[in-house]
């Protein structure tokens, strides 16, 4: 827990924080990885917030070719604190309890918000033949093109639900 009491006493006007998260399980279609995050949170005449930046560290696996690799872009992390329920728009705000907030929580929560449900090598993976399993991003395999052109099946699938 990251105690605000200074920033709400007025004898501190901001309370830094780091978080390291040694094991991310909790993310999808992950191999390992760490995050760390840092940033303050701030007192301006009653609006107290949180301004930081998430660092994730992570091996995935791209959803395309199946290859680890490496995924770290920076997460922004910002959120409005309150110690009590707002009259409106409650999910914005993190609720302060004992005028603490649960940081780690804070920071897991924006890791599973914020990151891709799948991952890709680079943005034009090209991915495996279907048909004989070679790394399309290596250089074409030789397959008959047609056949092999799977964004035509997601197509197919696509039309074949909407008749049902
Ligand atoms: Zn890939
Ligand atoms: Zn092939």
């Known amino acids: ?13 901001k309370v830094e924080f780091t978080v390291e998260i040694d094991n991310c ?45 490496k995924y770290k872009e920076p997460i922004n992390l910002f959120a409005k604190i309150t110690d ?15 005028f603490a ?16 449900t799948r991952y890709l090598c680079k943005e034009d993976c090209k991915g495996l033949c279907e048909k004989c399993g070679q790394d399309l991003n290596n250089g074409e395999c030789g397959c008959n093109m047609r056949e092999r052109d799977s964004r035509w099946d997601v197509l197919k699938d696509f039309f074949s639900d909407e008749e049902e």
């Open 25 to 69: 399980d909790f993310v999808d279609e992950l191999v390992n990885g760490t995050a760390n995050a840092f940033g303050e949170i701030t007192n301006h005449s009653g609006l107290i917030e949180l301004n930081g930046k998430l660092e994730p560290n992570l091996s995935v696996v791209c959803a395309r070719c199946g290859k680890v690799f």
């Open 1 to 13: 827990m990251l105690d605000l009491k200074k920033l709400l006493d007025g004898s501190a006007d």
């Open 84 to 98: 009590k329920l707002a009259n409106a728009d409650e999910d914005e705000f993190i609720i302060m309890q004992d």
């Open 101 to 116: 907030i649960d940081i780690d929580d804070i920071v897991r929560s924006a890791l599973i918000l914020e990151l891709p």
